[in-house]
């Protein structure tokens, strides 16, 4: 695509130069496009300031006014307090910045400041910012009443002062070069009520209301829809055009007796996704199907039916899974609903001896090996397999787009099953993973009993590990999970290991006690976790390496300490892993401040209902954070609010694509620009870009 003046550096804006084109860079501004979309983080307006004098004690509120006094104050127990006094017409209050002396330097009297935070009472009301933004000085006509006021992100080097300078000073010149971006049909945004792109970068940034504000955002989201799905439909488009799929004949050979041994029903969702399954592989179309279902809702059985299906037409199955742990589970568990069948299950992991993994490498290659299950192990280049025809990927999330996609270059036309325990809204699975098709199972297998889950702070502790011994002394195991920061792997282990011996030797003297965490050697894992499964530990000390997929049916306490670190769905992942056997089960979560949140999963155990609650604490960025690989990063789109847009943007993106699939048509041009900028390998891939 050509370059335009848009994509000139940040630091030849007006009012930057290269240091603060660094800083602009830390925010994600590299070009004066980026400047243009950089979007607030929120909006301040009449309805959502204060006026000082009405503030009340206990109210968490955001006010705007002048710097009449400040100061540092010592006290008694040699904290330095950094203190404000702000005025407007209404009153003027205190604000109180503890152990922060330094602030002093980064405000004038006269400055016209906006502080939110909650208001207590210490000697009189006073706010405990939580945070501030200087909005100008009321010397050079900064005015403290404001409309609407965009609050911008801001980082070191450049305060949100500086930053609206650059702005304001930057956009009447770069809008007009947007006309020619704007490469949505206006028909399109029209018929959504949507503005056009310069009507939405200006709301953006100088909203007359918030609902103006709102209507900007919302453009810009369909935007980000509307590509994502050209994309989706492209590649769908591809995949279909591209590769005939195996169309596999169902024979009942093998698939009747496993119905026959099962030892349970399928639930109607099983059965619904297995018919999903069964329609997409007997057909020539090759099959891309995502299985999502809550964790427990039984989603290896329904693998297993797409695994032993390709087998009954002579080709060979594989099951991917993140972890050695779960691979090894898995094995056990088709092993045993395949032997009736007289179907080996053949094992392939990182930590098999070489002989072993020679081994599986020939049976793999040979087609002995018919139901191959592995980890990354699977997709190394030594693996070669003599007729591979559906390839399974458990816990999706964990792997990356590329690593998902190798599994299924095993050989031509390869059927694709990936499976998903983050159950997440319908339209957003459709927007996410839009290049897929979606199975649902939304049903428990019948006689599960409700999880008992409640949250406790720590001065509970005791109280907790006197119901662990309970539960112990009933024949019963208990997990107990550490969580830390996810970055700091080795401060996890040490919460962990650390707090283990603690638990050993003065908490639980009498117990057995394991311990399992992420650093451990393979077979060391392996040892502790067969130990727990056989019922000779009675208390598992764990980092979440425990989260996926392991299931021991005795377990039915699970203690999570510092419960309020964790994502929501997370925990109800890691509570996923008791209540699987008939006991009653607990989860109780230990929480120190933010406990509040936790609540909805003491009410639910519905993972749509807590993927819910999740994304609108966190949002999108975090609620798939560090856990998800490959997801478009999303700036404007809300899922929480934009469920039309996302339908809107599917059925358009799909129409434009079956009209026009490479999207070589003149008046496409646009679009195919701004795709091949948005999404440059993929779009080039799918031949849209
Ligand atoms: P997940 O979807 O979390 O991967 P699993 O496939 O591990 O769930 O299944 C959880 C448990 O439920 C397993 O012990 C499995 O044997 C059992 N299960 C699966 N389907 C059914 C069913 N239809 N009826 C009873 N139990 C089932
Ligand atoms: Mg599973």
Avoid: W
């Avoid at 490959?630 to 799909?654: C, E, I, N, S, V």
Wanted: charged fraction near 25%.
């Amino acid at each position: 695509m050509a370059f335009t003046p848009l994509d000139q550096s940040a630091q030849f804006l007006k009012a930057v130069g290269p240091r603060r084109a660094e800083a602009l860079a830390r925010l994600g501004v590299h070009t004066a496009r980026d400047l243009l979309f950089h979007a607030p983080r929120r909006y301040e307006d009449a309805s959502t300031v204060s006026r000082i004098g009405s503030v009340q004690i206990g109210d968490d509120v955001t006010v705007i006014g002048e710097v009449a006094a400040k100061g540092v104050l010592p006290t008694r127990s040699g904290l330095r307090v950094f203190q404000l006094v702000l005025r407007d017409q209404s009153g003027s209050i205190e604000c109180s910045f503890p152990g922060q002396p330094f602030l002093d330097r980064s405000f004038r009297r006269g400055d016209i400041v906006l502080v939110t935070g909650p208001v207590r009472f210490f000697h009189g009301k006073q706010i405990q910012p939580r945070e501030y933004v200087v909005l100008g000085n009321a010397a050079d006509g900064v005015e403290a009443a404001g409309k609407v006021l965009p609050i911008y992100a801001a980082t070191e080097g450049l305060s949100q002062k500086v930053l609206r300078a650059i702005i304001d000073q930057n956009i009447d010149r770069l809008l007009p070069l947007l006309q020619t971006e704007d490469a949505v049909p206006r028909a399109l945004t029209e018929a959504a009520s949507l503005p056009t792109l310069m009507q939405a970068i200006v709301a953006l940034h100088r909203p007359e209301t918030v609902r103006d504000a709102e209507r900007g955002r919302r453009r810009l989201a369909f935007d980000e829809l509307l590509f994502l799905q050209l994309l989706h439909a492209s590649a769908r488009r591809q995949n279909a055009a591209e590769r005939e799929g195996t169309p596999f004949v169902r024979t009942d050979e093998l698939i009747a007796p496993l119905y026959r041994a099962l030892p349970f029903e399928l639930t109607g969702a099983q059965t619904r996704a297995v018919a999903e399954i069964f329609e997409d592989m007997c057909s020539p179309r090759r099959m891309n199907r995502m299985l999502q279902g809550d964790v427990g809702s039984g989603k290896t059985v329904v693998a297993l039916f797409a695994m032993v299906l390709a087998l009954e037409s002579g080709y060979q199955a594989a099951l991917m899974a993140p972890t050695e742990i779960l691979a090894e589970q898995h094995a056990r568990t088709l092993s045993g609903l395949l032997a009736p069948l007289g179907v080996a299950v053949t094992l392939l992991t990182g930590r098999l001896p070489a002989a072993a993994k020679r081994a599986a490498h020939e049976a793999i290659a040979s087609g002995e090996a018919r139901v191959v299950v592995g980890t990354h192990a699977l997709i190394q280049d030594a693996v070669g397999f003599q007729r591979l025809g559906v390839a399974v990927t458990d816990e999706q999330h964990r792997f990356g787009v590329k690593q998902r996609l190798a599994l299924a270059q095993h050989g031509d036309g390869i059927d694709v099953l990936v499976m998903s325990a983050t159950p997440i809204p319908r339209s957003l699975a459709l927007t996410l993973y839009g290049d897929l098709d979606l199975s649902v199972l939304d049903e428990l297998p019948p006689g599960r009993q409700k999880i008992r889950t409640a949250v406790r702070s720590e001065s509970a502790r005791e109280r907790v590990y006197d119901f662990v011994r309970e539960e112990v002394g009933r024949g019963r195991q208990v997990y107990i999970v550490y969580p830390l920061v996810e970055e700091s792997e080795k401060l996890e282990l040490r919460a962990a290991s650390v707090e283990y011996e603690r638990l050993a030797s003065d908490v639980f003297p009498g117990l057995r006690l394991g311990l399992l965490h992420g650093q451990m050697q393979g077979d060391q894992k392996d040892a502790v976790m067969q130990a727990f499964a056989a019922g000779d530990i009675d208390v598992l000390v764990a980092t979440t390496v425990i989260e996926v997929g392991i299931d021991v049916a005795n377990a039915t306490v699970m203690v999570i300490e510092h419960a309020e670190r964790f994502g929501l769905s997370q925990l109800h992942q890691l509570r996923g892993r008791v209540g699987r056997g008939g006991e009653q089960s607990y989860c109780i979560l230990i929480a120190g401040e933010g406990a509040e949140r936790l609540q909805v999963l003491a009410r639910t155990e519905d993972g749509f209902e807590i993927s819910r609650a999740d994304l609108a604490l966190r949002g999108m960025g975090d609620f798939f954070g560090a856990r998800q690989h490959g997801l478009p990063d999303f700036r404007f789109f809300d899922p929480l609010k934009d469920d039309d847009l996302m339908f809107r943007a599917r059925d358009a993106a799909h129409a434009i694509i079956a009209a026009d699939p490479t999207l070589k048509h003149p008046e496409h041009a646009g679009l195919r620009a701004v795709l091949g900028r948005r999404f440059a390998d993929r779009a080039a891939l799918y031949g849209v870009g």
